[in-house]
């Protein structure tokens, strides 16, 4: 099939991810600001069936830190830290670029999102996500073509109800077989 260095690839990852979207209230009324992110750590298997196309599924962690303005019968602010994880399952469709050791892909499906973030599991946020991504990778060792290294963007949204988007950046480091 001519594969470039083998049909399964795993990957591992580090970068940044953070909750998009505007500002939101919790239960209690106490509005949501301040929502700052700061690592996100990917892993990833992916098996090419085609040339083209290869099913993956994945895992991307993100730590999140929320400050709150109470409402107007209790005005105070807090500050709350917490992680959310989304496990991921779809394909991607790859564009290999030959004579470089190159290639783009882009690709999308579901998610399930777990959390340890407190006004996201107090709100009736849903836990079914889906999930876009795209990226590129080139390969360290040209000749073998084992050792791939690139980002990937994904951009994560929850599948009806209420939700929180979420966007992360990962420099990934895959080893392909």
Do not use: C
Not at 111 to 134: F, K, P, S
Not at 139 to 168: C, E, K
């Amino acid at each position: 099939m001519g594969q470039d260095g083998g049909r399964n690839t795993i990957s591992i990852g580090g970068g940044g991810g953070f909750p998009v979207g505007g500002d939101q209230y919790n239960g209690s009324g106490d509005q949501i600001k301040d929502r700052t992110g700061s690592g996100a750590f990917s892993a990833g298997y992916e098996f090419r069936i085609f040339r083209y196309l290869a099913p993956e599924i994945g895992v991307v962690t993100m730590s999140s830190k929320s400050s709150y303005y109470g409402h107007e019968m209790e005005p105070s602010v807090y500050s709350y830290s917490g992680r959310a994880t989304l496990v991921s399952f779809g394909a991607r469709v790859l564009a290999p670029v030959e004579p470089n050791g190159f290639e783009l892909f882009a690709g999308g499906g579901g998610a399930y999102l777990n959390t340890t973030i407190q006004e996201l599991n107090y709100t009736g946020e849903t836990h079914r996500y889906w999930q876009v991504q795209g990226g590129f990778r080139a390969a360290i060792d040209r000749h073998r073509r084992h050792f791939w290294l690139g980002p990937t963007v994904r951009y994560s949204r929850g599948a009806g109800g209420v939700s929180q988007p979420w966007l992360s950046v990962t420099l990934d480091l895959g080893y392909r077989f």
